[in-house]
Nanobody
Framework: VQLQAYGGGLVQAGGSLRLSCAAS????????MGWFRQAPGKEREFVAA??????????RYADSVKGRFSISRDTAKSTVYLQMNDLKPEDTAVYYC??????????????????WGQGTQVTVSS
């Protein structure tokens, strides 16, 4: 499956952005979808995940984004979204979408993901 992420940009602290990730090549509904981010000099970290069809649309979030970010998916459009509100300077990073078919318990582990998008830059100014 191929992934194309977009929607990043420059925003002031407290602002909002919505990232999108369009999937193609294989049935979108077969995969859990995840968002990760990587800031300069830091390791890639988990942000959010949403379960594939049959898992009741379960979601999971990193503690650092709970209550501010929301992940959703549109099966008809083969697209997953990350709505980011109340952005903070520490949210600045390159954001990546990815897919996995691993069991739901491991969706916060980047090494479990098989396909990655190219990344989109999010910069939050103070």
């Amino acid at each position: 499956v191929q992934l194309q992420a977009y929607g990043g940009g420059l925003v002031q602290a407290g602002g909002s952005l919505r990232l999108s990730c369009a999937a193609s090549g294989r049935p979108f509904s077969n995969f859990h979808m995840g968002w990760f981010r990587q800031a300069p000099g830091k390791e890639r970290e988990f942000v959010a995940a949403i379960a594939r069809s049959g898992y009741g649309r379960s979601t999971r979030y990193a503690d650092s984004v709970k209550g501010r970010f929301s992940i959703s998916r549109d099966t008809a459009k083969s697209t997953v979204y990350l709505q980011m509100n109340d952005l903070k300077p520490e949210d600045t990073a390159v954001y990546y979408c990815a897919v996995t078919q691993i069991v739901w318990a491991y969706v916060d582990e980047s090494q479990r993901y098989t396909n990655w998008g190219q990344g989109t830059q999010v910069t939050v100014s103070s």
